[in-house]
């Protein structure tokens, strides 16, 4: 069975505080792993898709990597609009159904 | 580009009543996915429609059925609700070409209390 570990469950940054996130997977063959953040009340919002164990993915402060049992979602300088929960979600091959982590709520402070 | 759209954005009803939730997909996709979401999980697949098809289907009973429309859109139709059923209901739509499922795209949710 498909299965996505995030780690830790709650983070809580000072703004400019770099960290991480963790996503630790078990999939029978990755075709692709998913990195969403979603605000409180709200739908996820695609953030990167990687494929390939070593593939990197950067957007503004977020860089995201994976190897071959897990990804990390790197935040570099955080600002307190990036705080909200990040969710990694995992998808095997033959088109299988997405399977989310539980997430990681991010609060970064002034 | 509207993006994935729901309707509606809230809803109450109460134990045994039946709900029916609507989805639009964003422009240039073909394929609708629905979730539950609970509070403080993940969201959990409930099903794919593909072609006015459901392709896929997770571990959710019979009393959740969907219907795809030839304009894609979607609805999720739930009946004999339960206070369980209380969550955000998630719609998600992606591009099916090539023999494979490009990145899924989501709407706002629709929030569903049952009392």
């Known amino acids: 069975e498909d299965q996505v570990t995030q780690s830790p469950e709650a983070l809580r940054l000072q703004e400019g505080e770099s960290s991480s996130l963790n996503c630790s997977y078990t999939?029978?063959?990755?075709?692709?792993l998913f990195w969403y953040r979603q605000d409180p009340g709200k739908g996820p919002e695609f953030l990167f898709t990687?494929?390939?164990a070593g593939e990197e993915k950067e957007k503004e402060r977020l860089k995201a990597t994976l190897t071959k049992k897990e990804s990390f979602l790197h935040i570099t300088a955080p600002k307190p609009e990036d705080s909200a929960t990040y969710l990694c979600a995992v998808q095997a091959t033959g088109n299988t159904p997405l399977v989310f982590g539980k997430g990681t709520r991010l609060s970064v402070i002034a | 580009d509207a993006g994935v759209t729901q309707s509606p954005t809230h809803l109450i009803k109460t134990r045994g009543q039946q709900v029916t939730l609507r989805c639009s997909p964003k422009s240039g996709h073909d394929t609708v996915s629905w979730y539950q979401q609970a509070l403080g999980q993940g969201p959990q697949f409930i099903f794919q429609y593909y072609e006015e098809e459901e392709r896929q289907r997770g571990n959710f009973p019979d009393r959740f059925s969907g219907h795809q429309f030839p304009n894609y859109s979607s609805e999720l139709n739930v009946n004999a609700l339960l206070l369980g059923d209380s969550a955000l209901y998630l719609c998600?739509?992606?591009?099916f070409g090539g023999g494979a499922e490009r990145e899924q795209f989501f709407g706002p949710g629709t929030r569903l209390t049952v009392l």
């Open positions: 999939v029978s063959g990755l075709r692709g």
């Open positions: 998600a739509s992606s591009f």
């Open positions: 990687l494929y390939s």
